[in-house]
């Protein structure tokens, strides 16, 4: 479990899309509250799904071959291989010189995140939660014996792992905020033209890896 845990917080946080979209809202007029709101409604999402899969489980893994256990199992198949296909199909669209969608400059996308809310903020971080990563944790928390206090260990140094990039950008513009700002909105430029790369390649490694997994223990 621990393992999974890390492969998946590791994708999680490195995750582009949330990265580019945070960066933005901490360039804006009051970033840095609006960030801290980000960040919270990020975790808030984290903390719901654990909990969720822990008060269904209530917090004792399910026996080995057991009906929920290999339901948990072909649940990960299935999200390993949406994410290898979501990949391959990303990574073929790229290969085969398909335009990327337009995206605005980051001053009007700063301007309309001037405008925006604290409240839409937490409504961006849960929108752009990556789900499908977020369920290949919830299969994998499944296993969390919460008997142990190494398990809460594990479980809360996920959601910290997952959300430290964010927590990175976030403490940052608080501690440099002009030097930050502008840093970070040169480097969501760049990021937009690397994205592809980015997704692709994690996609691929952790849909690989949940496959391989989930296969090995299913016929094991």
Do not use: N
Not at 81 to 100: D, K
């Amino acid at each position: 479990m621990v393992l999974d845990l890390l492969l998946i917080g590791l994708a999680i946080t490195l995750d582009p899309l949330p990265i580019m979209a945070f960066v933005l809202v901490v360039a804006s007029a009051r970033g840095v509250w609006k960030g801290l709101v980000f960040i919270l409604s990020w975790l808030a999402c984290l903390v719901a799904v654990i909990a969720i899969v822990l008060a269904f489980t209530g917090g004792q893994p399910p026996p080995p071959k057991s009906p929920p256990s290999t339901a948990a199992l072909a649940l990960k198949l299935l999200i390993g291989l949406s994410l290898v296909f979501y990949g391959e199909r990303r990574r073929r669209r790229r290969a085969a010189g398909a335009a990327p969608a337009k995206e605005s400059s980051s001053s009007k996308l700063t301007a309309h995140m001037d405008r925006g809310t604290p409240w839409a903020a937490a409504g961006l971080a849960v929108l752009l939660q990556p789900w499908g990563m977020v369920a290949a944790g919830a299969t994998t928390v499944v296993e969390a014996d919460t008997s142990h206090v190494t398990t809460w260990l594990t479980l809360c140094g996920f959601c910290l792992l997952a959300t430290s990039t964010l927590l990175t950008v976030e403490l940052y513009v608080l501690f440099s905020p002009t030097a930050a700002k502008a840093r970070l909105l040169r480097l969501r430029a760049w990021m937009e033209g690397h994205q592809d790369q980015a997704l692709v390649s994690l996609c691929l490694v952790l849909g690989f890896w949940l496959v391989g997994k989930s296969i090995y223990q299913l016929t094991g």
